[in-house]
């Protein structure tokens, strides 16, 4: 449309996500719209261009611009209405090109100065002219410099300045994006005037560079953990070499795959990678112990490593293949979970691959070459002593064991119970998908009556930072109000809150949102909507809570009348705070009645009135200044003094058609006037004067009404004009006052509210939507209303439906995963036996640190599968060699691969139990992310580790003995049909 005030822009971001980068900009002795101006020319365009930036916005906007302020009463008093105004304004200045001439040795360009590009160009323009002498602009109001929207403001704490948000592209890295704005804010801050100060005011890396910083000293905690684990229980310093150089060669070589997989490291790799330092290990550790086990019997290093290797080789490869299989389902999740934990998987099964290559090869070369065997009387009095804790656990072990395999029945009831009350913890956990992240910047949204106006928002807006900026926590902030590309309304307007850094404020984002609620409550005539910025989200839409939930309908009258009700009814709910939606009802309005018929008679066009009322009040951009670095609008409107009451509309008058010959109901009317000059000038002395001191107005004296006339000298004498062609609004049509919605919000084709609320302390997000679905159903909408949630909430429904299916694909997975293996169907059964307790101990764990069931604690679920699975293999595989070699039943068979398995189960599980400790119990930058995980880890392993032992000999028993029961009964059929078809012979 020719009306727009500037081309339309295509920008790659996501609307909800929050800035990597805010900068203010600010000058004590230069005003914010030259500021602007260079910010704009200078700053913006730059920074736009760097990799992975996607929108570069200014908030509060102070852009340079030509206002012409028009005294309607001066207007109408030369028989000028403000299309005239326009029409003239439109045609004094163009920039285009006139062409050349060509001659036969030169070319010359055509040029004028048909360009106006100061405002005191536009004083000079000449409107109309009467009684031959010329009407300027200066003589019917004023030509300023000021700014494009006045309606725009923005604050540094509590100091004006020109806010710059950077928004990055999505799936651009923010560390990049913001190191290299970063690297060119000098050169930047170079070209602007010396009194221009560039504040770096938000930051998102600092929490993302301390989250990952955090993070990789819990993987250095780790890995020392993890060795400490494995001397304990190797209890000499080569032995302990051999497995733990497992770490390092798998993470370097998981770093190479990352780089050619384009990977970066971030919170989600970083945290795989914490995890698969306990499982690297575990393979070396199968290794090594078994190695050691043929040496301390008295056999040469390197033939106890062909053997040892040659017999749990087969072991390592099922632990690898099947611990895989357990990732396969999160690498063809397709919902946006999926996308984010690809590069967790990706990450966790290249490690892992790296780390049994390693095992099989390099692990039993040093082994054979490092490990050698002493004699327990050459050992060392602590080696003696921890040897003999571990044979008095052993011997402990396998009383119990005895004890348990003597009451098969009862275990084999307390394995099915374990099932069963997984599947009842599942159901009634409570529910969330992402941990609330503390990232230092809290982002606010406020909002006032939609009655307000400009001035009296910035008041509100100042007292709200006011506020903010006692509180102890907060270190800055940036605020902005004004109707633009971020806001869309007056009385809307956005802050942003940076906080210090939590060792210094000791207490969490959101501990500090409570703290600031009630203060911020205080504060009247306005409401502010505070939610922590979180580094993973995934919503796509801003509001001013954290969960939407989105109501639409064809009739809107309807819609709101529901939507009040609906929300209403949610207040009520406990778990539920902040409740509120986006529509914004009772803005006054200024009604505009026409009386066509008369206005037709006067041949005033409804267009005309529509457009003489944008002239007057809509800030309108007639004109457009190009210069050589930028572009600058000219707005049209009256006088502030008319603009501040809407009786001032009867003081807009519009040409009548001469043609038609009447007004009214059929009577004449004139309205005539004449303006005072004075040596061929027409300045009239029509104008509203303000006297700031006394807070006062002074109306126009020239403001005309009815009839009305004013005699004047000129140079040329005496001059009377006859105005019976301008006719007032008030004759053909009527104004009153009414309300009307501020905005009108539509997704898809009809008009939506999108409701939003947070959540109370200790409630869970799956509570609270299925609150809300059971008030939408108990309310009987009418079919013509349709609701449904939005952003988080339904990318958490999306998920929770998910969750399930995971689980089952992964458990289908590994079965077959481990048939193939075991060319078997039931051995696979037995392996996954070990599953339900994991489960168990994992969803008692998160329900006593009060921790949801969300997406983070279901890849520690699935990952729990891929670990306690490998006490159920390393079990039944000894147990099946001893029973095809040396010819066991299935009893001792089971008995002597616990009693052999025992230490080297103990060490995995152990490792594995301490590489989640560093998770559960971090609280830097981000921990509350990796929590979950680390919970479901610890609380997983210690429960399966207690009751695995003893279950899974005993189902692995159970099912052999039903399938030698099967065997046998086939085969005694296969013997009948053989007796019964030689009888028949």
């Not at 790799?269 to 290990?281: D, E, K, Q, Y």
């Not at 005072?676 to 002074?698: D, E, I, K, V």
């Not at 159903?777 to 439906?801: E, K, N, V, Y």
């Amino acid at each position: 449309p020719s009306n727009l005030p500037a081309p339309p822009v295509y920008s790659k971001v996501n609307p909800a996500d929050a800035p990597v980068m805010t900068l203010a900009i600010t000058s004590n002795a230069m005003p914010l719209p030259q500021v602007e101006d260079l910010v704009d020319t200078r700053l913006v365009p730059k920074i736009a261009q760097l990799n992975g930036v996607g929108l570069v916005s200014i908030g509060g906007g102070q852009k340079p611009a030509v206002r012409i302020q028009v005294n309607p009463a001066a207007l109408a008093s030369y028989g000028i209405n403000l299309e005239d105004v326009r029409t003239a304004l439109t045609q004094t200045s163009q920039n285009a090109a006139k062409g050349n001439f060509d001659g036969p040795r030169q070319n010359f360009q055509i040029d004028a100065n048909d360009q106006l590009i100061t405002s005191k160009d536009y004083q000079k323009v000449v409107v109309a002219y009467r009684n031959g002498a010329p009407v300027m602009l200066t003589d019917i109001g004023r030509v300023i410099d000021g700014v494009e929207n006045s309606k725009l403001a923005a604050w540094m704490n509590q100091t004006e300045a020109v806010i710059v948000n950077v928004q990055r592209q999505p799936g651009a890295n923010t560390i990049t994006v913001v190191n290299s704005i970063k690297r060119l804010l000098p050169q930047l801050q170079a070209s602007l005037p010396a009194n221009i100060r560039v504040t770096i005011l938000t930051d998102l890396t600092t929490a993302i560079n301390a989250s990952v910083f955090d993070v990789e000293l819990e993987l250095m905690l780790t890995i020392a953990l993890v060795v400490m684990v494995i001397f304990l229980f190797l209890r000499t310093l080569l032995a302990t070499i051999i497995p733990s150089v497992a770490v390092p060669l798998s993470l370097v070589g998981t770093f190479a795959a990352m780089y050619f997989l384009g990977y970066s490291l971030d919170n989600l790799s970083l945290m795989a990678l914490t995890i698969a330092t306990g499982f690297v290990v575990d393979d070396a550790i199968v290794m090594i112990e078994n190695i050691t086990r043929y040496i301390e019997e008295g056999e040469e290093p390197l033939a106890a490593a062909l053997k040892g290797a040659e017999q749990i080789g087969f072991t390592i490869l099922s632990l690898t293949v099947s611990l895989i299989a357990v990732l396969i389902p999160l690498l063809f999740m397709g919902d946006v979970v999926g996308r984010l934990f690809r590069e967790f998987a990706v990450t966790l099964a290249v490690t892992i691959v790296i780390s049994a290559v390693v095992s099989l090869t390099l692990t039993p070369m040093m082994t054979a070459r490092l490990v050698r065997h002493r004699p327990e009387a050459q050992q060392g009095r602590i080696f003696r002593a921890s040897e003999a804790a571990f044979e008095r656990m052993i011997a402990f072990y396998g009383k119990t064991l005895q004890f348990v395999l003597k009451h098969q029945g009862v275990t084999l009831v307390i394995a099915v119970a374990t099932l069963v009350f997984t599947v009842y913890l599942y159901i009634v956990i409570p529910k969330g998908f992402f941990p609330d992240q503390d990232t230092g910047v809290i982002q606010g949204i406020s909002q006032a009556p939609p009655t307000i106006s400009a001035k009296a928002m910035a008041d509100r807006q100042q007292a709200l930072a006011k506020v903010i900026l006692q509180d102890p926590a907060v270190e800055s902030l940036s605020s902005f109000i004004g109707p633009d590309g971020t806001n869309i309304t007056l009385n809307s307007g956005r802050m942003s809150i940076n906080l210090k850094p939590l060792e210094e404020r000791k207490i969490s984002a959101a501990e500090v949102i409570r703290r600031l609620n009630p203060k911020l409550k205080q504060v009247q005539g306005i409401q502010l909507f505070l939610l922590p910025v979180q580094n993973i989200t995934v919503d796509d839409r801003v509001s001013r809570a954290q969960f939407q939930y989105t109501l639409g309908a064809p009739d809107r009258n309807e819609l709101e009348t529901w939507t009040n009700q609906f929300v209403d009814k949610l207040k009520q709910l406990p778990q539920l705070e902040s409740v509120a939606t986006d529509q914004q009802p009772g803005g006054l309005a200024v009604f505009l009645d026409i009386d066509r018929v008369t206005a037709s008679r006067l041949g005033i066009a409804p267009t005309t009135i529509g457009n003489t009322l944008y002239d007057a009040f809509g800030q309108r951009q007639i004109n457009t200044m190009y210069t050589q670095v930028n572009q600058y609008h000219v707005l049209l409107e009256v006088e502030p003094y008319f603009r501040l009451d809407p009786s001032n509309l009867n003081q807009i008058y519009i040409q009548a058609n001469s043609s038609s010959g009447a007004s009214g109901a059929g009577a004449s009317t004139s309205f005539a006037a004449s303006g005072s000059t004075s040596a061929g000038s027409n300045a009239l002395t029509t104008t509203a004067l303000f006297t700031p001191s006394a807070n006062t107005l002074t109306p126009p004296s020239g403001a005309l009404s009815g009839k009305t006339a004013s005699t004047g000298v000129t140079s040329a004498g005496s001059t009377n004009s006859n105005l019976s062609n301008l006719v007032p609004l008030s004759a053909y049509s009527h104004i009153h006052n009414t309300t009307e919605p501020l905005t009108i919000n539509h997704q898809g084709q009809f008009p939506a509210v999108t409701v939003s609320f947070n959540l109370a302390p200790n409630a869970s997000l799956g509570e609270a939507i299925s609150l809300v679905e059971r008030v939408q159903r108990d309310m009987h909408m009418p079919t013509s209303i349709q609701g449904g949630f939005q952003g988080t909430a339904q990318a958490f429904q999306a998920s929770l439906t998910n969750e399930p299916l995971l689980i089952l694909a992964a458990l289908v997975t590994v079965y077959i995963v481990l048939g193939i293996l075991y060319e078997n169907f039931i051995h696979p059964i037995t392996i996954l036996s070990t599953l339900p307790s994991a489960c168990v101990g994992a969803l008692i764990a998160l329900m006593l640190f009060h921790e949801d069931l969300g997406v983070v604690s279901i890849i520690g679920l699935v990952l729990l599968l891929g670990i306690v699975k490998k006490n159920g293999i390393m079990i039944v595989d000894f147990a099946l060699q001893a029973a095809r070699q040396r010819g066991k039943n299935a009893t001792e068979a089971a008995y002597e691969a616990c009693l052999l398995r025992f230490r080297p189960i103990m060490m995995t599980t152990m490792a594995a139990l301490l590489a989640g400790v560093p998770l559960a119990f971090g609280t830097g930058i981000g921990s509350e992310l990796r929590r979950p995980l680390g919970i479901c880890m610890i609380g997983g392993l210690i429960f399966s580790q207690v009751l695995t032992l003893y279950t899974t000999p005993v189902i692995y028993i159970f099912f052999d003995n039903l399938s030698h029961r099967f065997s046998r009964k086939s085969a005694g059929a296969e013997n009948e049909n053989e007796f019964n078809d030689s009888s028949e012979r």
